[in-house]
């Protein structure tokens, strides 16, 4: 019985977090705002990723960030000293965002209309998978540090991106990490995934990754 | 009302899950075994941790693998090819073992009294902080490529770990990652966590790590 009544209640959250993820869907869409979730485990390289590319993008489009932790304000800070607008979330115990949590951080944030607003999720490749904030894209970042066999293990969260990146690829030389072979499990999970491979370090595949985010941007329009 | 009714469900599940990890302690005392629940981020080198150490051990002691993954056999099957016995739980949506989960596994493992019995939880900085498995120690695996200040970001699973493991140590040379910062932060979330720095890939370290659980062992007996 207590089963069933713990399936009840997640069910019921769900759906109400399907309705706040709706209603962020429009606002988003009113600021004319593409959002962008971006989701990983713990130290896959988020941070470092959106401070390499605010800093490639800020002159030309407004960036703005939702950052997710269960503990500190390390991550926003580290995005504000790029000048850019960000709001940390802390969770406690949680272990993802949820849409009701962003909707709330977005109305104190100062995000000008017409650019990106990218959601950091909590590091954890499992929880926010189930979880919709009403963004644009879902982009799984996964480090070649990890090990090529992540997209079958964690299923979930490769299941319903848009994106996946590779990064840290300036570690690739020292690892035995099979690039070919961790696409293919991805494509097995999400056939239409796109991937893209990069480096925050040395820059490396970071304008493929700002044209895709441009070229998203652009149909949003 | 919702909230409230979610808060009692989950003050619910926790309680159920110590009266089970309770179980597993008595379980785990009268076969002689010392337990040890293995957390970390996706990918920080458990499965690569436990193969090196149950070739170092099976000759003397006797080693056996509780393994936990959303999807795929791929780790049990990995402990396995070392000769050690080892069981599968998949937990599908779910993001951490529980107590009640782990007493079933017990059950089908063909494991020799008076050794070894490592659960490798399933890859999460988060959720498995909560679910005492009945283990007596647990030991909380961070690679030095995932950056120094996951400790005091997710500080939950460090608070009642017994013991750290930074792992990847062979990476060092080619990375920013502060030891000694990394081991503060640490130390500020739990003062009496010991520390142990080692390669699965190069055996640096391992010696250590091995008299540890011999000792840890022999306290059991
Ligand atoms: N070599 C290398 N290291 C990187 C790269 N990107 C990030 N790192 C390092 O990886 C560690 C974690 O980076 P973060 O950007 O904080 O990772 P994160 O995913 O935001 O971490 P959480 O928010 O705590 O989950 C830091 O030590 C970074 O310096 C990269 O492209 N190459
Ligand atoms: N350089 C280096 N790589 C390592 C070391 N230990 C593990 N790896 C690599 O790290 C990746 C992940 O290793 P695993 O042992 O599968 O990690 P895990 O924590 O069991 O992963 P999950 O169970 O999926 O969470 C693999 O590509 C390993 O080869 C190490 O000491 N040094
Ligand atoms: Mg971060
Ligand atoms: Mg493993
Ligand atoms: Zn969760
Ligand atoms: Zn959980």
Known sequence: MEGQRALKIEQDLLARNNRYAHINRHKFA????????????????KTSL??????????????????????????????????????QI??????????????????????????????????????????DLGENARVVILSVTEGEDKPIKYPDIFANADLMIL?????????????EQCIDYARRIRPELKV???SSKTGEGMQQWTDWLKHQLSHQL
């Open 50 to 87: 959106l401070t390499e590319t605010i800093e490639l993008l800020k002159e030309s489009i407004p960036c703005a960030v939702i950052e997710g932790d269960q503990q500190t304000t390390n991550d926003a800070e580290r995005i504000r000293a790029t000048g850019a607008p960000a709001i």
């Open 196 to 198: 893209l491979q990069l």
């Open 30 to 45: 009113d600021r004319g705002l593409l959002a962008l979730n971006l989701v990983s485990s713990p130290g896959s390289g």
């Open 167 to 179: 990064t840290k690829t300036d570690l690739l030389p020292h690892l035995d990490f099979d690039v």
């Open 90 to 131: 802390n969770t406690g115990k949680g272990c993802h965002l949820d849409a009701h949590m962003v909707g709330h951080a977005l109305e104190d944030l100062a995000v000008k209309n017409g650019g990106f607003l990218f959601i950091e999720n909590v590091g954890n490749l499992v929880c926010p998978a189930e979880f």
